[in-house]
């Protein structure tokens, strides 16, 4: 039975500590953390299984709050129950890792949130991930705003968690009716929200988030609900405790200045005396600990000049490593005939999660997965990860220590499925990542090695493949580490080098042959890693050679070119990629008409070579 005079008390405690540290910070968002005092009391000193000393154990509860800006009532929670060292009152100062917003910096902090609408996604991977490959009886608690269930992304998690039967997920919204700048979207109309989750497949209870009672007996039912997760709507009013905030637009953001305005409120909290330090309490034992293989897997089997798209190829490595590394999981977004995710699905379906057509909350499940020490492959067409861009943003800034994302059908190369299917920007998009590494296989060999290379460079990696078979260039020993590139052509009588990757390797290879029956040579470099790009090979090849040509089936601006020109210096360099937009034709008459050919490849050597 839960003491409600106790979390009464360490409620109006957190409030006290919420006012304090943002005050003391000169910034911060005070009156979201008083409006859900109640309840981070009743989660992490009653209802919540959790060891304050481990923030590592799967066995114990997870607790992710999606309304990030809350933080300092998240800082004020652990520090009372003793998980953590630092004082609340360092929030937002440079060495406290209590950052104004959750960040991983805090061991208990799984993701990074405060880009609203995330912290939903990454719980429901979290969930999923404990349920079905580490077999922990453990349950993930998500605190979400009001204001950010206008976010579609909360809706995608909704109704996957739904599809999925993701019973250990539980999800509370503070309906405390005001947003940033005016009303949330359903004021107090806590019906109207829970009908919405109802609507998704969802166990969806009301409650006064202010009357611990209801409170604790809203988490119990919760609790016992199997086949569907469950949503707790919870009215409370912004500001509660202190009657010149309560439900007063306007201050959301403001924290209170010191002297009678804080004064004045902290005499209204009060300041109860309470024990507060958890005791480590867990739901069961038993959670399995995945590790990484001992063993190599077995190589790529292809033969030279095989036909292979590496969309196929990054198919057939998810097989080929899932059945050594257990650690694997396979996401993708009803595509997985395209990207060939189905294969790992008919091999592993234990380990495959459908998405469906929805990439946000797929990479934020990713994320929430990668935090569990999983090792999550999120596959689409790289068009359509660009929906998700804000939550790879996000994983960056979480460090992520493995998220793999794979972009299939990439560039003009597609042919008649037209513009809106064709990614132009995904290397420039992904090259902008803090910390990211962005790799492009031209062949099947390639593709594979890349995958395993993906694995051991951790960090956020994305796998650029493409739609038309090509010819597999390397022997399956081949290796292809991070940073590096392939010289394929060479001689003393260079008068050029071209850079391509992918599908336009091919063309640069094409343009080689044609060349040389005009007397004309050429260097040829496969530039895979386009981050880290191997530019002290490019360079070199650049000086001796002195001409440089990039060639890519991306737009022209931040792909490869851009990469090759901020890294290399050449007398001559011209850059051959899409630059207006493309229309419905054959993968041939696209590429020619956007002039990254072959014979685009040979006009642009002739006229530096003649320039000469």
Not at 40 to 65: G, I, K, N, Y
Not at 291 to 302: G, H, I, L, N, V
Request: aromatic share 6%; with cysteine; glycine share 8%.
């Amino acid at each position: 039975m839960a003491d409600l005079a106790k979390l009464h008390d360490i409620a109006q405690k957190l409030r006290r500590i919420s006012l304090l540290s943002t005050t003391e910070a000169g910034s911060g968002h005070p009156t979201t953390c008083l409006s859900a005092a109640e309840i981070v009391s009743a989660l992490f000193f009653d209802e919540m299984r959790w060891d304050p000393a481990d923030p590592r154990t799967h066995e114990a509860d997870a607790f992710v709050l999606s309304k990030g800006h809350g933080a300092p009532v998240l800082w004020a929670a652990l520090s009372l129950a003793g998980a953590i060292p630092e004082d609340p009152m360092t929030l937002r100062k440079q060495d406290s890792p209590l950052e104004g917003h959750p960040t991983p910096r805090a061991p208990w902090i799984k993701v990074t949130t405060g880009s609203l609408g995330q912290g939903i996604c990454a719980a429901l991977g979290i969930a999923l991930a404990r349920r079905m490959t580490m077999e922990a009886s453990s349950r993930v608690y998500c605190l979400l705003g009001d204001g950010e269930i206008a976010e579609g992304s909360v809706w995608e998690a909704a109704e996957i968690a739904s599809y999925h039967a993701v019973d250990n997920l539980c999800a509370i919204v503070d309906l405390n009716g005001l947003g940033q700048s005016g009303p949330a979207l359903h004021g107090h109309d806590g019906a109207a929200l829970a009908g919405k989750f109802r609507a998704f497949g969802w166990h969806a209870v009301e409650c006064d988030g202010h009357d611990l009672a209801q409170v604790t007996a809203a988490l119990a039912e919760a609790r016992d609900v199997r086949g569907r997760p469950s949503a707790i709507v919870a009215r409370t009013s912004k500001g509660h405790g202190v009657s010149f905030l309560d439900g007063k637009e306007g201050w959301h953001g403001k924290p209170l200045a010191k002297g009678p305005e804080l004064d004045r409120a902290l005499a209204e909290v009060g300041d109860p005396k309470v024990d507060a330090r958890v005791e480590p309490r867990h739901r069961g034992r038993g959670a399995r600990v995945l590790e990484a293989p001992k063993e190599p897997a077995p190589p790529p089997s292809y033969k030279l000049g095989d036909e292979v798209a590496t969309r196929e190829a990054y198919g057939n490595a998810l097989v080929r490593l899932g059945a050594v590394d257990p650690r694997i999981v396979v996401l993708d977004a009803d595509v997985k005939n395209s990207t060939f995710a189905e294969r790992f699905k008919a091999k592993h379906p234990e380990r495959f999660v459908e998405c469906l057509i929805a990439e946000q909350n797929m990479v934020g499940m990713a994320m929430g997965m990668a935090a569990e020490g999983l090792v999550p492959f999120a596959s689409s067409f790289a068009c359509f990860l660009s929906r998700a861009y804000d939550f790879i943003r996000i994983a960056a800034y979480s460090r992520m220590k493995n998220l793999i994302l794979c972009g299939s059908h990439a560039g003009v190369s597609i042919g008649e499925d037209g513009p809106s299917q064709m990614a132009l920007e995904d290397l420039a998009m992904m090259r902008a990542i803090l910390g990211s590494t962005v790799l492009y296989p031209s062949d099947a060999v390639c593709a594979e090695r890349l995958v395993e290379e993906a694995i051991r460079e951790g960090g956020i990696v994305y796998l650029r493949t493409s739609r038309p078979k090509t010819r597999v260039l390397y022997g399956a020993d081949e290796r292809f580490p991070v940073g590096g590139s392939k010289v394929l052509r060479e001689s003393p009588k260079d008068v050029a080098t071209v850079v391509a990757a992918g599908v336009t390797l091919y063309e640069a290879l094409a343009a080689h042959e044609t060349l040389a029956k005009d007397g004309i040579a050429i260097r040829v470099i496969d530039a895979y890693s386009v981050k880290p790009l191997d530019a002290k090979t490019i360079q070199r090849c650049a000086d001796e050679t002195g001409a440089l040509v990039t060639v890519e089936d991306h737009a022209a601006w931040g792909g490869l070119g851009d990469a090759v020109a901020a890294e290399v210096r050449a007398a001559g360099l011209v850059r051959l990629a899409v630059s207006d937009v493309p229309r419905s034709a054959t993968p041939r008459q696209l590429l020619e008409r956007h002039g990254i050919s072959a014979t685009a490849i040979v006009s642009a050597v002739k006229r530096l070579y003649e320039s000469r």
